[in-house]
């Protein structure tokens, strides 16, 4: 009985979950990535840069059923962004030449849609086009989805789950966001973003329809100060000086919908981020 393989270029936390979970249910995956040392243990670990001319030829012979991509920026500059969106979008499709996978999947961000004052979003809502950094995933997405490939975008947005990272920390310092501007905010834990992937790759070895882009997002938009004051009640701190953090102080954000997501047949485990800061608090998420 063939088993199914799994390509994931930019093999980081997501990736490594991603492939976890799969090699448990019998998968073969690749995984390629610049530090083969950090590899998880089950996968055929790979050597490659994405956003090097070539720097992917390396798949060439590997002809997976399903490739996941999980870019990151090089750097936080404008080039950094087209370095590790536009450029690894290039070098992969290159790669794969004319070998066609059941499936790709390519993880985005919501910050690629132009809303910022609080209405909410769909997959079919405007993009950005003042964002240069935004522009530049959206253009690594159009690559993709223009190409002869049969992809799915996923915009995954606040992605938390970490211990200790830095909006926690932040808050255990006592410092939360001002009251003013309000900010709507979108979150997932990071294990409904490698569940929700696991779910795609196997529906796409399954032949299930899928869709070209999904929203990767829980339930319930929330305000930041709402979040920010949740925790802080849940670690048991007294509130204490407000910051003005970087990028928010006029945009008010936006409200996304996971309406595709859930019809696809997913579950969140963690719906809202009451349920997932919860159990990241408790020590039982992973």
């Known amino acids: 009985m063939k088993r199914n393989s799994l390509l994931i270029v930019g093999c980081g936390d997501l990736g490594a979950r991603t492939g976890a979970t799969l090699i448990t249910e019998g998968w073969t995956v690749h995984g390629v990535r610049r530090r083969i040392e950090a590899m998880p243990a089950g996968f055929s670990a790979h050597r490659g840069d994405y956003t090097a001319p070539g720097g992917l030829d390396l798949i060439r012979a590997l002809r997976p059923d399903t490739v996941l991509a999980t870019f990151n920026p090089a750097d936080r500059s404008l080039a950094g962004y087209r370095a590790g969106f536009v450029d690894g979008a290039r070098n992969l499709l290159d790669a794969l030449s004319g070998h066609r996978p059941a499936r790709v999947v390519f993880v985005s961000s919501t910050r690629v849609f ?66 003013s501007p309000a900010r709507w905010t979108n979150r997932i834990h990071r294990e409904d973003c490698s569940g929700f992937l696991c779910h795609l790759l196997r529906s796409a070895v399954e032949g299930h329809p899928l869709e070209p882009v999904y929203i990767g997002v829980d ?68």
């Open 114 to 179: 132009a809303e910022s004052n609080g209405a909410w979003v769909d997959e079919s809502s405007p993009l950005s086009e003042a964002d240069e950094r935004a522009v530049a995933i959206v253009e690594a997405e159009q690559l993709m989805c223009d190409s002869a490939h049969d992809v799915s975008v996923v915009r995954f947005a606040g992605i938390y789950g970490q211990p200790g990272g830095r909006m926690l920390a932040r808050i255990a310092r006592g410092e939360l966001s001002p009251a």
């Open 219 to 286: 339930d319930q938009p929330a305000m930041q100060q709402e979040v920010e004051h949740w925790l802080a009640r849940e670690l048991g701190l007294e509130v204490g000086a407000e910051v003005i953090l970087p990028g928010e102080h006029d945009a008010v954000g936006k409200r996304c919908r996971n309406l595709l997501m859930r019809a696809s047949g997913y579950r969140l485990r963690y719906p809202d981020f009451r349920s997932g800061y919860g159990a990241l608090l408790s020590g039982s998420a992973s």
